[in-house]
């Protein structure tokens, strides 16, 4: 079992930058794959950003490519998403999430997630 608490968000200006954190509870977080995900008012989940156990391999949705970076620090049972570029169409409310990554059996990015954040919520203003 992982619990996930979700920082960081708040109010920027476009083109500011923000960095999310996602703190889990637990000794084995370095055993699970972890991701970021959006939903916008009225629309459905998106997925943002994926890191594996390591940090070895990360995976970025086309619309964040270049602007967000995703990262971990396992001492710290940690995972972070730093915003750079932010526009006014990265409003949404930010959620992470885990995998177990013995689960995936390989697969990359992962197909599914079986833990999830509460939220936070950042807004870009134009």
């Known amino acids: 079992q992982v619990q996930l608490v979700e920082s960081g968000g708040g109010l920027v200006q476009a083109g500011g930058s923000l960095r999310l954190s996602c703190a889990a509870s637990?000794?084995?977080?370095?055993?699970?794959?972890m991701g970021w995900f959006r939903q916008a008012p009225g629309k459905e989940r998106e997925f943002v950003a994926a890191?594996?156990?390591?940090?070895?391999?990360?995976y970025y949705a086309d619309s964040v490519k270049g602007r967000f970076t995703i990262s971990r620090d396992n001492a710290k049972n940690t995972v972070y998403l730093q915003m750079n570029s932010l526009k006014p169409e990265d409003t949404a409310v930010y959620y992470c999430?885990?995998?177990?990554?013995?689960?995936?059996?390989?697969?990359?990015?992962?197909?599914?997630?079986?833990?999830w954040g509460q939220g936070t919520q950042v807004t870009v203003s134009s």
């Open positions: 999430a885990a995998v177990y990554s013995d689960y995936l059996q390989g697969s990359w990015p992962p197909p599914s997630y079986d833990y």
């Open positions: 637990g000794r084995t977080f370095s055993s699970y794959a």
């Open positions: 890191i594996s156990w390591s940090g070895g391999n990360t």
